[in-house]
């Protein structure tokens, strides 16, 4: 089932949000000051890739610096990421087809809106 909705998450939405925040991952990366963000925008892009069977959790070790560049995160980007994936997710849920789409959505919230110091790992 997991494999059937991946498919489906890709062609419909997986990928063009995939290149989205691997696009970004590539600007914050020239910038050498905002590297940190985009190693987090690239694991973001490769959880937004395939995200049923995934999960997002606290990496351990993660101290103050992830907390400092989580809030300069969220008042640069990850208020308005968080948004535009609750909105997608909600017109996703409104068709009965796009009820796990839309909780996918629901997932990306917690890792767009602040993605230092966590990391993606499978579920058994």
């Not at 905002?34 to 690239?42: Q, V």
């Not at 068709?95 to 990391?119: D, H, M, Q, R, Y």
Request: with cysteine.
């Amino acid at each position: 089932m997991r494999l059937i909705l991946n498919v489906i998450w890709l062609v419909l939405a997986g990928f063009w949000m995939a290149v989205g925040y691997a696009v970004a991952g590539i600007i914050c990366c020239i910038l050498i000051i905002t590297i940190p963000w985009g190693i987090a925008s690239f694991r973001i892009a490769n959880y937004a890739l395939w995200p049923f069977g995934r999960d997002v959790v606290e990496k351990p070790g993660a101290g103050t610096g992830s907390l400092l560049g989580n809030v300069i995160w969220i008042i640069v980007a990850g208020l308005w990421l968080a948004i535009g994936h609750i909105v997608t997710g909600i017109a996703l849920c409104i068709t009965v087809i796009g009820i796990p789409l839309g909780v996918a959505n629901f997932k990306l919230v917690k890792v767009s809106l602040v993605p230092l110091g966590k990391e993606i790992v499978e579920v058994p």
